[in-house]
């Protein structure tokens, strides 16, 4: 009996991932649940386990290739067979290649082609519009081999190996072509989705800070407090805390506008998970702090320090970064004073902050200056309307400028 090793979903928005290593090599028994491989997505480097007990006969995508999800990684047999321990068949096309070529095989090739139209229309197949897209590769450079001069597959590889032959002409120009990393490419698609498929809109408010700047200092002058605790809060803690706290009494906001089966509904989460966008080298990443609604503010200053360490050693796990209900963007070490973020789908809201600004603000009888701090708002309008928007804004808002915190 053969069992086919597959590449599994392991996130809700992984599509594909690099082999990084296989632990397992040709001819090895294998257990069941063994971890046969590890794999690194645009998150995590994660493990393959094995689906079967056996041996590993054959791997068909070898270290530092990229598979789509539901890819075949390999075959496992209940007898290892001599001579069939070849790391990629020869027969077998490239994980990235078999998708599309399945595409071409499909039957479009062998379609009839139509009268050729007036003029001098360009004819590509989808598959090869595809790929020479992410290439990067004219098209309009390229002469096709396929039937009335059609474009395919095999045109786009040459092109691609020739960039000269099908690029646009820069005589003008020059520079370093620099690849994208998984993260970043990651990182365009999804931000690319949520820009055009997130019907967004903005709300913007002032908050005074002076009360949480004033008991963060009163607690960093404590010794004991910092000596025991182990923890120095910063304004995120703060921002975490306020914003669990408001989702909680606005549910709508904390909630996902989900498309599935052809129908749609909104669903609005029990949880609140609150993700806190990390800058790391090469893109960025969030982890989540989970059910912060139920946190004190040294236990989100305690898993945010962890998580953010984390995070800039590479070692989150999956469940560190997934399950987020809403995220907060804080440029304001960068000395941004505002700005906008985008939606992180499938997430109805995002707080993009910035820093902390000495400001004259009048109080009703007098003006005063205030340490202000600028929040704007991004909402997906499929979830929520601007009213809704705006009282979590509010609550948000008096939450942070309130003197009572549960700080224990």
């Known amino acids: 009996m053969t069992v086919n090793i597959l590449l599994p979903k392991m996130g809700l928005t992984m599509e594909e991932g690099e082999i990084t290593s296989w632990v397992k090599k040709v001819g090895d028994p294998i257990e069941k649940g063994e971890v046969l491989l590890t794999v690194q997505t645009d998150k995590a480097e994660l493990e393959v386990e094995s689906p079967a007990d056996g041996f590993l006969q054959r791997i068909v995508v070898a270290e530092g290739e990229v598979a789509a999800v539901g890819s075949l990684l390999g075959y496992i047999t209940d007898v290892y067979t001599e001579g069939e321990e070849a790391a990629v068949a020869a027969d077998a096309p490239q994980p990235q290649a078999r998708a599309e070529a399945d595409q071409e095989a499909s039957g479009q090739e062998e379609k009839p082609e139509p009268p050729p139209p007036q003029g001098n229309r360009l004819r590509v197949s989808p598959a090869a519009r595809k790929l020479a897209v992410k290439h990067g590769v004219d098209v309009q450079q390229i002469k096709g081999s396929g039937p009335r001069g059609r474009i395919v597959i095999s045109d786009v590889v040459a092109a691609a190996k020739a960039p000269t ?59 004991s407090f910092v000596s025991s605790a182990q923890v120095r809060p910063s304004i995120n803690d703060f921002l975490i805390q306020a914003t669990a706290l408001a989702l909680k009494k606005c549910p709508r906001v904390n909630a996902s506008f989900i498309e599935e089966a052809g129908t749609s509904h909104i669903m609005e989460w029990d949880q609140v998970n609150i993700g806190i966008a990390v800058a790391i080298d090469g893109g960025l990443v969030v982890p989540v702090i989970h059910n912060a609604d139920q946190l004190s503010l040294i236990e989100i200053c305690r898993k945010r320090m962890e998580l953010t360490e984390k995070a800039r050693n590479g070692s989150l796990s999956l469940d560190e970064q997934s399950g987020g209900t809403f995220t907060i963007s804080n440029l304001a070490s960068m000395g941004i004073d505002e700005f906008v973020a985008i939606v992180n789908p499938p997430e109805t809201g995002i707080f993009a902050v910035g820093r902390v600004i000495e400001k004259p603000v009048w109080t009703g009888s007098e003006v005063q200056v205030n340490p202000m701090m600028s929040i704007t708002a991004s909402f997906d309008h499929r979830t929520i309307d601007g009213m809704e928007g705006a009282k979590f804004l509010q609550e948000f808002t008096a939450l942070m400028q309130a003197d009572q915190w549960k700080l224990f």
Do not use: Y
Request: charge should be positive; aromatic fraction near 6%.
């Open 165 to 223: 032959s099908a690029a646009k002409p820069f005589s003008s120009k020059s520079g370093k072509k620099i690849p994208l990393t998984r993260m970043r490419k990651q990182i365009a698609h999804r931000m690319v989705q949520s820009f055009m498929h997130v019907p967004q809109f903005q709300l913007k408010q002032e908050v005074n800070v002076s009360a949480i700047q004033q008991l963060r200092q009163t607690l960093l002058s404590i010794p």
